[in-house]
């Protein structure tokens, strides 16, 4: 392993450690009131770091934050939402509890923040006027495109991205009960009657519905949501319509990102799954319909049979087909979706695989053949939620807080004009706007000699050159009185004298304001 690797990988989780901590000091229980609000300073040594790190700690941060609100909207809504309305649910039910300015900021993301509709709503709301008719639509217009584009993702395409609300078995995805059944009676008679399959064996209900349920699981795991942002893009089959040009309320996608990935009627698709490729290959969707109705692997009527499956599951109103560049293709229904935070995981007991279903699908795929490609072997079981020991469980705290907090960050070095930094240190300092910083990332400009309020701690990216500026900059945190921090706890006694020592130094300096908090 090189030099570089290894130090570019402890870089890496720097930044990611750094980010959860700044989520928990913003997430504490502490701050009780606006006056308490937290405030961070981020001192580096590089204008590129702080730079970076502005950007890494704005979007790791925002996910989070976002994630509370979600499972807090359930939890509000009695822990079910249909799909479809779990954006505009979170909206309304946040701009009851927060100010309506201060709820637009939290929840728009920061690749947004400079939209033109957000930027004329915030210039009204600093300026003290109320915004106009067409301002205030626009806002929450923009708004409520994104949240639902960041529901589709949450519970799409990112469901194994880091610790997501599906991962972390807070809520997840399923799909409507009736519509299922109505899909199974249709590919069950099928199979009776007219079946291009040779099963091995009698088929019984369950294995059908295993099959369908998990072709499902394959097209929300896939991206595989119908959303109107997406339209171009399903139209025209190229990622060029992803682009944020095309696009503004689509979050980046960058050239290594991940994209949707429908189910195209063909022979070949450079994005999108196809349903029957041109020869033998063992695709997932011909190894799941082998293993989960155990037929043949070679079974020259798989292919025909997903064919058959697919247009059950359109019929009952399980998925749409769009037309697209050279054909059509497959995608689901979000009117046909929930989003429950009843919940349950399994896991295979070949492969260790992991899913995290609605506790009424879970308790069906008991027992059921295991989803993943090549797992030949292996077997669907209910996980003890109290024996999992996955590591998720800081998580899962953080997510049922039902506290939301953003961290709006900014960049503080010396390459800002002198009228933009001072206004970013007025901002900072004062916090009038909705989406004023309460967290710089910064060089040693703010090391010294510079005036912006209290902090509630200092975040050291990089180790300071020597113990004096060391010293300095943790001494930027905690200044006020009322942050005075408190000292350690004396030791126990000892037989001579030095114990009562310390104990009266403590309590001078005590008295005296002399101990600062240097988080």
């Known amino acids: 392993i090189s030099f570089h690797s290894v130090s570019g990988s402890l870089n890496g989780s720097s930044s990611c450690l750094s980010s959860v901590a700044i989520s928990k000091i913003f997430h504490s229980a502490y701050h009780r009131t606006a006056r308490e609000a937290p405030k961070l300073l981020a001192l580096t040594d590089s204008v590129q770091d702080a730079s970076h790190r502005a950007s890494f700690f ?176 399903v139209a025209k089959g190229q ?68 064919e058959r499956a697919f247009k059950a599951l359109e019929r009952a109103g399980l998925t749409l087909r769009k037309p697209t560049a050279g054909g059509e293709l497959i995608a689901l229904d979000p009117a046909a979706m929930f989003v429950t935070s009843d919940v349950a995981q399994l896991h295979c007991d070949r492969c260790h695989n992991r899913l995290t279903l609605p506790l009424s699908a879970a308790r069906r795929w008991n027992g059921n053949r295991c989803t993943r490609h090549g797992c030949n072997k292996g077997y669907l079981q209910l996980s003890d939620a109290d024996a999992q020991g996955d590591g998720f469980d800081y998580y899962r705290k953080l997510y049922h807080s039902d506290r939301v907090e953003r961290v709006f960050t900014a960049e503080h070095t010396g390459l800002l004009e002198r009228q933009a930094r001072e206004t970013l240190e007025q901002d900072f300092k004062r916090g009038l706007r909705p989406d004023a910083p309460n967290l710089l990332t910064c060089t040693p400009t703010l090391e010294m000699g510079i005036d912006i309020g209290d902090l509630s701690a200092v975040l050291l990216c990089s180790v300071p050159p020597t113990a004096a500026n060391y010293q300095q900059r943790v001494g930027r945190a905690g200044r006020a009185s009322d942050r005075t921090g408190f000292p350690r706890p004396p030791p126990p006694p000892s037989p001579g004298g030095r114990t009562q020592s310390i104990r009266r130094t403590g309590a001078r300096r005590l008295r005296q304001g002399r101990f600062r908090c240097c988080a």
């Open 239 to 306: 990622r060029f319509y992803l682009r944020k040009v095309r696009k503004p309320e689509l979050h980046v996608f960058g050239p290594e990102t991940q994209l949707q990935s429908f189910l195209y009627i063909g022979y070949e698709h450079k994005y999108f799954d196809v349903l029957a490729p041109r020869g033998s290959a063992r695709t997932w969707l011909r190894d799941f319909c082998h293993r989960s109705l155990t037929l043949d692997a070679k079974d020259p009527g798989i292919d025909a049979l997903n």
């Open 58 to 233: 704005a979007n790791r941060t925002f996910r989070f934050n976002l994630r509370t609100a979600i499972q807090a909207t359930l939890a509000a809504r009695g822990g079910k939402l249909a799909f479809d309305a779990l954006g505009e649910a979170l909206l309304t039910l946040w701009s009851t509890r927060l100010p309506e300015a201060r709820a637009i900021a939290t929840f728009l993301p920061p690749d947004l923040r400079e939209h033109e509709a957000y930027l004329a709503y915030r210039d009204a709301v600093t300026e003290g006027r109320t915004p106009t008719e067409p301002e205030h639509r626009a806002a929450v217009e923009l708004l409520r495109r994104r949240l639902s584009w960041e529901v589709t993702l949450e519970y799409g395409l990112d469901v194994h991205v880091g610790r997501s609300l599906d991962s972390t078995r807070c809520s997840t995805a399923g799909f409507d009960e009736a519509r299922l059944a109505k899909a199974v009676d249709e590919l069950e008679l099928v199979l009776r009657e007219s079946s291009p399959v040779r099963p091995r064996g009698a088929l019984d209900r369950s294995f059908v519905q295993h099959m369908l349920e998990g072709l499902l699981h394959r097209l929300r795991t896939r991206g595989a949501i119908y959303h109107p942002l997406l339209d171009e893009y």
